[in-house]
């Protein structure tokens, strides 16, 4: 068995200055590939703070895109902290408040929130709201031909479903899609870990989670037994975890 990435052998990967990129033991043994969805397989397309504004828009309200984008940074980061320092437990419900938070404190402006919501919420939960980034189809192909078993695992909401379900790129890994809201934790919580190792068939160890997010994608992943590795999409080279740039740069094992 070979082991390739981004089309050279891994003997060839080196470090860069202070960077660890991946190395052959990040992936040695794996037979499973747990995929983390936003920022990783797909993006919201138009972005997020162009589709808040145009909700407060139709309202009458004129925000700049420039601002909608801080505040929704500033208040989904806040969100994702108070959660990290409670117990992670969540379902469908809480992700439901949980969102209705956001908006509300983005959109302080509209004179009907609920509305704002509402449609928000239904857009995020449309298909053509998404885009697949351009590497994720050929990385799926890759996987399947050899032979590893692959699962989408994502702190979302039951929307994921018909997202994904939509999206021509992700519909041979459709399901079972590992879900928070239905595990009843939030990554990075090992309980989510466990659920999508079960989910695979495959104890911890011979599994890799790959996803954009440094805490709960990476490190929550090896706390939990799996191995790690991040998505570093947007060049912040990281400096203590195995790193690819691309999803091209998979570590897939090729059977020869
Ligand atoms: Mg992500």
Known sequence: MLWTAGGCALSELVSEGASVMFTKSTADGIQGIVLDAVGTLIDPSPPVAEVY???ARRQGVHLEVAVVKSRFQ????????????????????????R??????SVLGEVPDPRRAFDELWDHFG???AWSCFPDVAPALRAIREAGLA???????????????AGLRE????????????????RKPHPAFFRAAC?????????????????????RGAVDAGLRGLLLDRHG????????????AELPVPRRD
């Open 170 to 185: 992700l519909s041979e890994v459709v399901e079972p899609v590992i879900i928070s809201s239905e595990v009843g934790f």
């Open 236 to 247: 912040r080279r990281p400096e203590d975890l195995p790193f690819v740039t691309s999803l």
């Open 74 to 97: 500033r208040h989904f980061r806040d969100d994702e902290l108070d959660e990290a320092r409670g117990p992670l437990a969540t379902d469908e419900p809480g992700e439901y408040r």
């Open 53 to 55: 504004a145009a909700a």
């Open 99 to 104: 969102w209705r938070r956001i908006v509300t």
């Open 150 to 164: 692959v699962r989408i695992a994502s702190n979302f909401d039951a929307r994921l479903r018909s997202v994904v």
């Open 126 to 128: 449309r298909p053509e």
């Open 198 to 218: 079960e989910g695979l068939g495959l104890p911890p160890d011979r599994v890799l989670c790959v996803g954009d997010d440094p805490d709960t994608d990476v």
